[in-house]
């Protein structure tokens, strides 16, 4: 009995001098509020589609019309809109109603711009199906414009199925994308703003969207998927 009330008391004096230790450990300083599985699995449901999916969905339907925005979704083009900013309105926007500025982003500027790989992606698969594809920018139009030449050699189309760019521009806020997009019948609309799938959704076209890089200079990031239009994975380069 001796024996068995000194083993007892033997583990007793141990798990009191471990908890002792455990008391004198000190946490790190909490530097932010961290996030817990269960957080991470309630992540926003976003309808996200690959490229091979969206031409999966097209097989067995005739080649069509389709058109795609420029800025952030086929080309990263904020090299050229911060320049602009910083020699035309470095405290504000009014830059975007430089004519000046638009002549330079037009016809100089897009040497810097990056072509997306979803873009040359998206559009060499719709060259592949016999689509014709268009591109309708926002961009102010200019007398003259080099953009149709880069975005050609960018996205590796070929000089026989290259339609020159729209430049829809924006008049007052009216989204001018619409008509552009009417008049040619396209079933197919990419691009990265809510406008973009706005337009689309108003002619009752299929709007994808196209992820924003969030270094661009245009900002804020908008939430992608937010109407429940499809979301290019991956596409945000």
């Known amino acids: 009995m001796r024996k068995v009330m000194l083993a007892f008391s033997t583990i007793v004096l141990a798990v009191g001098l471990n908890g002792t230790a455990q008391a004198k450990i000190q946490m790190p300083e909490q ?14 449901a976003v309808h996200w589609v690959s490229v091979e999916q969206i031409e999966k969905s097209l097989q067995n339907q005739p080649p069509m019309a389709v058109g795609f925005d420029i800025d952030d979704t086929v080309l990263f083009s904020s090299p050229g809109f911060y320049r602009g900013k910083l020699e035309y309105s470095p405290n504000d926007h009014s ?29 060499r698969m719709h060259l592949k199906r016999g689509d014709d594809v268009y591109f309708i920018t926002g961009r102010t139009k200019t007398k003259i414009e080099t953009v149709t030449k880069y975005l050609q050699e960018d996205l590796h189309i070929p000089a026989d199925k290259m339609n020159p760019v729209i430049f ?10 619409i008509s552009w997009m009417r008049d040619h ?14 337009a689309a959704r108003e002619l009752n076209i299929r709007g994808i969207r196209i992820l924003r ?14 109407f429940g239009e499809e979301v290019v994975i991956n596409s945000e380069y």
Request: cysteine-free.
């Open 213 to 226: 890089a969030s270094n661009s200079s245009y900002q804020p990031l908008p939430k992608a998927g937010k």
């Open 185 to 198: 019948k396209l079933k197919i609309y990419y691009g990265d703003a809510d406008a973009d799938i706005a």
């Open 168 to 177: 829809a521009g924006d008049d007052l806020g009216k989204n001018n994308k």
């Open 95 to 123: 830059y975007l109603k430089n004519p000046e500025f638009w002549k330079k982003m037009n016809n100089e500027w897009d040497k810097f711009s990056m072509p997306k790989q979803v873009g040359i992606d998206l559009v």
């Open 31 to 44: 530097i932010s509020s961290g996030v817990t599985a269960v957080e991470l699995s309630q992540r926003q």
